[in-house]
């Protein structure tokens, strides 16, 4: 899952961004309320924690205007502000959750998975795909019944493919909402992730899971319809 996060102080994002990643998500960060905007109107993000209090453009005035100009990705909202007044016109202005400082990060993670499960459909905390399971919360994957061991990128990149089981994932998408601005489309870091997360879950004599359709993309899916290429790049 992607985040924006948005907070003028550098400690403070500093913490957050390192502690998020840490829990798979990728991160971008933005130090004020005009980079905040730049950055939702040219990528798509998951979830967007948001600071009050901001240089240039205040976080009341981001979310009203990312919400004016149709950008309906959730919003946390930190401030150091704890009154029920200042709640209320921060959920006003289009936020869907508010969060005062100082907080604990336990805390931030649980908002942020609600956020996540909000929706068109809910999003369940246990993602069952034949004999694979992902348990989103604990972070935890297993393949009939056998642990399965991942870094963070390849968790977060696992975890996107079972929420889109089923369905043709493309390349382009999955940068958008596993890596952060840093990404280069130019390289292979997907096809080499890709490789890994494969020899971890597919694992003979289990049958394959992950399967490539030339040219467009990679499917979750117990179905083997679909090309027998593999990615395996070290």
């Known amino acids: 899952m992607r985040v924006l996060l948005v907070e003028d102080e550098a400690r403070v ?17 933005a130090a004020d309320g005009e980079e905040a905007l730049y950055n939702a109107s040219v ?4 979830v967007i924690i948001l600071d009050l209090t901001l240089p240039k453009v205040d976080g009341l005035r981001v979310c009203r205007e990312l919400r004016a100009s149709g950008v309906g990705t959730p919003v946390l909202m930190l401030t ?14 289009g936020a869907d959750d508010y969060l005062t400082k100082p907080f604990a990060f336990g805390e931030l ?18 993602i069952t795909v034949a004999d ?75 049958s394959p899971l992950i399967h490539t359709r030339r040219g467009i993309g990679y499917v979750l899916s117990a179905d083997a319809d679909g090309d027998a290429e593999r990615d395996d790049v070290d």
């Open 132 to 206: 694979l399971s992902i348990d989103t919360r604990a972070q935890r994957v297993t393949r009939a019944g056998r642990a399965v061991s991942l870094t963070a990128k390849e968790y977060a990149l696992l975890e996107y493919l079972a929420r889109n089981a089923e369905r043709v994932v493309g390349r382009p998408e999955l940068a958008e909402h596993v890596w952060d601005e840093t990404y280069d489309p130019f390289t292979n870091l997907i096809e080499v992730y890709i490789g890994r997360v494969r020899r971890k879950i597919d694992e003979p004599p289990a």
């Open 13 to 29: 994002a500093r913490f957050v961004a390192r502690g998020l990643r840490e829990q798979a998500y990728a991160v971008d960060v």
């Open 80 to 93: 150091a502000r704890d009154t029920v007044e200042d709640r209320i016109t921060g959920l006003d202005t």
């Open 43 to 46: 990528n798509a993000y998951d």
């Open 109 to 126: 993670l649980a908002r942020l998975r609600a956020l996540l499960r909000r929706g068109s459909e809910v999003r369940p905390e246990v």
